[in-house]
């Protein structure tokens, strides 16, 4: 992803990866559609002119504060708007400055809701926004699931910014290997086993060479290639003997699957190397030819990647792995948390109703979201929002390519968010965004198999837990290394529950309880969706 714009959105690092450079194809319009002295229609009073500050994180270098797309924003909505942009490094320090002063500007942003978020809304700095969920298009579209993330008391402090819930990172195999070797795909763990074991001793590419086996993996036994949420590391799933939702990474489930990775790294079947790989390398080891297993999705994948897989292997095929039925019936794959970044109001504009209307129309018009065949520069909207085809951007395949943001020629670039919410996440059709075939094929077929298998909401993502955010980190590293261990034999699975006691001792224990109490006390549940 490209970090030279204002994010309002910043909280993940498994995104897409792209470019911005752009240049000018025609002369912009001397009228800006969509642009006007007045603010939206609806608006309580849109004759009345309002002072709008905000205060966000910024990555790279920051657009000019005069820059031609704030002037956009001005006229359209009638708005005389003073967006504070700070560098990300300097962000959270200054943030909590600007908290503490009590001078707290009208709009806010955050990557992620941290343990001063929750402080913060306790002490009463941000604005209740349940009463204008229903009131705005892209705030409705939001998952209660999601929402209860931001939830305080059963107030709702922040506005999400989206991600795509269901499309997360599940493997994918090398179709071509298992037809040369006349296998089927799998359909559990033994059979993935043994497909991976074929892949590593029984020249699944036909090159005469033993050059190639099952999985790729990096630091951190990742990807972990759990096949449903049943064996998902990050779902609380699971419960203990005391009824209690505990984490997947200690799971039974999770004991059972690092026994089968430390089955398949004695086969040779696993990156050998793997604990000391970063990811780069592991992507290498895959899109290279060596390895016939990894994860795709349909959103953010790398065409540089897939591009080196075609050249050097022009009649490779792909196809996504469906998930398991796991040893419970349940079948389906995980979700991820459902958004990136948030905005929150300050408590000041509370005696403000027509001021609030008015950032929030603009806060939503910068959620729009636009199907493929509306992005286009004669949609008014999106070409505006982007700054007016020629000037702020060109269409290129159909694909935006934006002039840089520290020109600042575009809306977007100064907005508190311009994330589209889509209705669904098959609407964004991300398949169609790829140039390499194998690429659009592969990311379609991802986007089928997550529309026809049901997702785990998982109510972990949904709360706080103090414990977790001081203490959790450590606690999975923790984790990690010693799994780690006992896959490459340094340790023996068997000292399972001596890791558990281990990690419940210094503080898991602290976790769950906190967690569990924060799920009955916010009504979260898990349930599939």
Not at 310 to 329: C, R, S, W, Y
Not at 419 to 441: M, R
Request: with cysteine; aromatic share 12%.
């Amino acid at each position: 992803m490209t970090k030279t714009r204002w994010v309002s959105l910043g909280m993940a690092a498994v995104l897409a990866a792209g470019t911005v450079a752009c240049s000018k194809a025609e002369e912009p319009n001397k009228e800006t559609p969509g642009s006007g002295t007045a603010a939206p229609s609806g608006s309580a009073d849109a004759n009345k002119k309002f002072t709008v500050t905000a205060f966000k994180y910024f990555y790279g270098n920051p657009p000019p504060a005069d820059g031609k797309g704030l002037q956009m924003i001005n006229e359209k909505f009638n708005i005389d708007y003073k967006p504070n942009m700070v560098v990300q490094s300097d962000y959270l320090q200054k943030l909590s400055a600007i908290i503490a002063s009590g001078d707290i500007p009208d709009i806010i942003a955050m990557e992620g809701p941290d343990s001063n978020f929750y402080k913060w809304a306790k002490q009463g700095a941000f604005l209740p926004l349940n009463d204008f969920i229903q009131q705005y298009p892209s705030f409705k579209l939001v998952p209660d699931n999601v929402l209860k993330t931001f939830s305080v008391g059963g107030k709702i402090y922040a506005f999400p910014g989206y991600y795509p819930l269901t499309y997360t990172l599940t493997p994918m195999i090398r179709q071509d290997w298992l037809d040369n070797l006349n296998l089927k795909m799998p359909t559990n763990y033994e059979e993935l086993k043994q497909v991976a074991i074929a892949f590593t001793k029984n020249d699944p590419d036909k090159n005469g060479k033993h050059d190639t086996y099952g999985l790729a993996m990096s630091l951190n036994i990742n990807p972990q290639y759990a096949m449903g949420a049943y064996w998902d590391l990050g779902a609380w799933y699971h419960k203990d003997a005391q009824g209690q939702l505990i984490p997947g990474f200690i799971s039974e489930a999770r004991k059972n699957h690092i026994q089968w990775m430390a089955d398949l790294f004695k086969e040779g079947a696993i990156s050998k190397d793997f604990a000391l790989m970063n990811w780069a390398q592991a992507n290498k080891e895959f899109y290279s030819g060596k390895a016939g297993i990894f994860i795709g999705t349909p959103r953010g994948m790398n065409q540089d990647y897939m591009k080196g897989l075609v050249d050097t292997n022009p009649n490779a095929k792909l196809e996504m792995i469906p998930a398991f039925q796991a040893p419970d019936g349940s079948q389906g794959f995980g979700s991820s948390n459902g958004y990136y970044g948030m905005i929150m109001l300050s408590a000041k504009l509370k005696d403000q109703p027509d001021k609030v209307k008015r950032i929030l129309e603009m806060i939503d018009f910068g959620r729009k979201f636009y199907a493929a065949d509306q992005r286009t520069k004669d949609n008014p909207d999106f070409d505006w929002i982007n700054g007016i085809h020629g000037q702020g951007y060109v269409l290129e395949d159909g694909v935006v390519k934006k002039e840089s943001a520290e020109k600042g020629l575009a809306p977007s670039v100064y907005l508190p968010e311009t994330n589209p919410w889509a209705p669904s996440d098959a609407a964004n059709e991300y398949s169609k965004t790829y140039k390499v075939p194998l690429l659009q094929e592969i990311a379609a077929k991802a986007e089928k198999m997550h529309a026809e298998q049901k997702h785990y909401m998982n109510p972990g993502a949904s709360v706080f837990s103090e414990t977790r955010a001081s203490k959790g980190s450590e606690l999975d590293k923790k984790l990690y290394e010693e799994q780690t261990r006992m896959i490459v034999g340094d340790k023996p699975v068997s000292d399972w529950d001596k890791m558990v006691k281990e990690y419940m001792d210094n503080g898991g224990a602290q976790i769950i309880k906190e967690v569990n109490d924060a799920m009955k006390a916010e009504n979260v549940k898990g349930e599939w969706k």
